[in-house]
């Protein structure tokens, strides 16, 4: 019988006897025997494009449909006879014209009848957010036909229509002509939109037409939020894995992700529908679709930002097995392993390469160090093994030190997880992701999962995991502090286990309050604020204490699983010199707790706790209370090597203990 089992019969067998040792938990950490060193890579990012993450959210640009690609050419845009708009419908028309071939065919052709002003709004991704006194950079192309169209003024304008910031363009070409201008603004206002109105009469046609915060990250021009890059540098990522996610595999092997259409000239990126716009009928988003603004470049570029080691994850030639399932037949794999071949040129080849020209070209001679490569997202079954083997053994022979990340399908247990654990290990992959989307209950009971893992298998990243507060896909589950406290008991064994346990990831990363699809996720945002969730305030305490080594955290010579509901994980930290204990109380009362350090050296006289708690397990951040769980920090005094401390009911605890 497992050690849980026996202290949780002890427990209904000897209740008050219980109590009293509620009171006293000894946990020795011994930091003369680390165990392994903590990969830098342990605590990381998943990024995918769900819940408006790119589109509407990290990529700054606040036109929707910019270029007219939508299956309907004029979603997004609000014209005079539109019942959404009551201007004179007589003023003019617009109209979405093809012409010629390639990625980006649209246009807008507008015709203005009479001087009543025609006016075109665009609506943006659930409105626009505007900051006061923030400049905004407008660009679009243009050629002005018959030259009668004298001016075109733009302007932000609130709720109620009124103007928060303006400019005009007069356009003064008959051929196509970039114009860039920038506008302020001089109210914050969270749902602006931005109105285009023509001056003079005739026949003018535009594409591209995006506007920018000019207040990026890093200032780059056209780049991404600053503030969700922020929520990101905040964790300081170990890798940043894109674009997904199922959405590496498309719902059909037509609509999977291309990165070679991602990278490059941004009008000429193939926009493509989101898959997520019609995945969940309780949560149709029609007008979510891949513009690839942001694309591989930029995902580089975003790790290299953070410090993050880069893990792009590639179709294996199946489409996603929850929707058709489509297979690439066996003998026709070649041209999506040449695509493998050619990332790993773009990431990291020479820029007389093909692809490593290309690089270079979009301003990055030096080249990003790609080291790892996903092949399949949540695939199963031989299909995928099939599959799997031919990229692996292509790509190992090619690039034999590139370390090929495999899956394990969609969940943690059950015939196609114990079919794919058989398979790998006969292939001696080397790092496996496993998702577990289950409820708070699962993480606190597995916190002991690789306690008995098999040493000489594969390495484990946790590629997505998140507690379900109602059940997988919900539209009712919560980032609430149980699912968060559970999580971090989870992580604890995760950490413990950190020899085989080598990179970490919450799934997933971002959603727009207006426009999600998909829930919990770890950050959320509106058009102009964003937070974190109790799950993100977890992960960041785990990434930014990751020390170097692991040692061992014991209770009773056994390891912290969840006796008297404690769990516990400990590291040392070579750069600072400081021994990290994690401590998780998953009950409803206080626990005293005594930390002894053996084979430490003289330690500091004071401490660090960096304590996360509530004592309502259905608390939530949100965008009005966004700091609601959040950690504190406090100083301690402590003598010698040991320590005593209470921790609070439904908490997580980062003890930092500093060498003198
Ligand atoms: O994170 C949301 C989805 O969950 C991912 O796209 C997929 O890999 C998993 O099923």
């Known amino acids: 019988m497992k050690i849980k089992s026996l202290l949780l019969l002890f427990t209904l067998l000897f209740p008050s006897v219980i109590l009293s040792a509620q009171t006293q938990i000894q946990l020795t950490v011994d930091v003369s025997k680390p165990i392994a060193n903590i990969q830098p890579t342990m605590w990381g990012i998943f990024f995918e494009d769900i819940n408006f993450a790119a589109d509407g959210g990290i990529y700054a640009e ?29 003023s003019g028309i617009a109209t979405v014209i093809m012409e010629g071939q390639g990625p ?34 407008l660009s679009f192309n243009a050629r002005n036909l018959s030259g009668g169209i004298t001016k075109i003024n733009f302007q932000l304008i609130d709720q109620n229509g009124q103007s928060i910031g303006e400019t005009c363009v007069s356009p003064n070409a008959e051929e196509w002509k970039t114009y ?40 780059r021009p056209k780049g991404l939020r600053k503030d969700l890059v922020q929520l990101l540098a905040d964790l300081d990522p170990g890798f940043l894995r894109f674009p997904g996610g199922c959405i590496v595999e498309g719902r059909t092997l037509d609509k999977r992700y291309q990165w070679k259409k991602t990278i490059g000239n941004i009008e000429d990126r193939e926009m493509i529908i989101n898959r997520w716009n019609t ?16 694309g591989f470049f930029e995902y580089f570029q975003l790790a290299e930002d953070l410090g993050a080691e880069p893990l792009p994850i590639l179709s294996c030639g199946m489409a996603c097995q929850f929707n058709t399932g489509e297979l690439v037949p066996m003998d026709e794999l070649d041209p999506y392993v040449q695509d493998a071949f050619d990332l790993i040129e773009f990431a990291n080849g020479q820029v007389t390469t093909h692809w490593g020209k290309k690089r270079a070209e979009m301003g990055h ?6 080291k790892y490569i996903g092949i399949g997202n949540e695939q199963w079954g031989p299909d995928y093994f099939d599959r799997l083997k031919v990229f692996t053994n292509a790509i ?28 790998l290990k006969i292939m001696n992959a080397e790092i496996v992701d496993e998702h577990y989307y289950r409820p708070p209950e699962w993480f606190l009971e597995n916190a002991d999962r690789y306690n008995s893992y098999d040493r000489d298998s594969y390495k484990i990243f946790a590629g997505e995991y998140a507690a379900q507060s109602v059940a997988i896909a919900s539209p009712d589950n919560k980032n609430n502090w149980q699912c968060a406290l559970s999580e971090a008991a989870y992580l604890t064994g995760l950490e413990r286990n950190a020899d085989v346990v080598y990179l970490t990831s919450y799934a997933p990363l971002f959603a727009h309050v207006d426009g999600w699809q998909w829930t919990p996720d770890l950050i959320w945002f509106d058009n102009l604020t964003s937070y974190g969730t109790p799950n993100y305030y977890v992960q960041k305490l785990f990434s930014t204490n990751r020390g170097t080594k692991l040692v061992p955290v014991t209770f009773d010579a056994q390891p912290l699983i969840g006796q008297y509901d404690v769990y516990a994980s400990s590291v040392f ?56 769980i959040a950690p504190i920090e406090k100083q301690f005094a402590i003598k010698g090597k040991k320590l005593s401390l209470t921790l609070p009911p439904y908490s997580l605890s980062v003890i930092k203990l500093a060498e003198d």
């Not at 009479?114 to 006016?119: L, M």
């Not at 979510?288 to 603004?293: E, H, I, L, V």
């Open 396 to 423: 190992k022979a090619k690039y034999p030190d590139i370390i090929i990340v495999s899956g394990t399908g969609p969940f943690p247990d059950g015939e196609y997880f114990e079919y794919a654990k058989k398979e």
């Open 62 to 90: 606040m036109v929707k449909n910019r270029s007219f690609e939508f299956d309907e050419p004029l979603m997004g845009w609000i014209q005079p006879n539109s019942d959404r708009h009551s201007l004179n419908e007589n």
């Open 573 to 628: 930290d070579e750069n600072s010199n400081e021994i990290i204990v994690k401590v998780v109380n998953s009950g409803s009362a206080d626990k005293s707790v005594n930390i002894s350090l053996k084979g430490a050296k003289k330690i500091k006289k004071e401490g660090v706790w960096h304590l996360l708690n509530s004592q309502e397990l259905t608390a939530v951040n949100s965008i009005e209370n966004p700091m609601e």
């Open 180 to 219: 860039e201008k920038s506008l302020t603004t001089d109210v914050t206002e969270e749902k602006a939109r931005l109105i285009l109105t023509f001056e003079g009469t005739g026949v003018i046609e535009m594409d591209m037409i995006s506007l920018f915060p000019e207040d990026t990250w890093m200032g």
């Open 279 to 294: 995945e969940f009928a309780h949560r149709l988003t029609p007008d979510y679709f891949q513009s690839f603004g942001l």
């Open 104 to 137: 980006n065919n649209h246009f807008i052709r507008i015709e203005v009848n009479n001087s009543d002003g025609y006016e075109l709004i665009n609506e943006g991704f659930r409105s626009m957010g505007v900051k006061a006194d923030n400049t905004y950079n």
């Open 365 to 370: 001679p030096q080249p990003f160090n790609l």
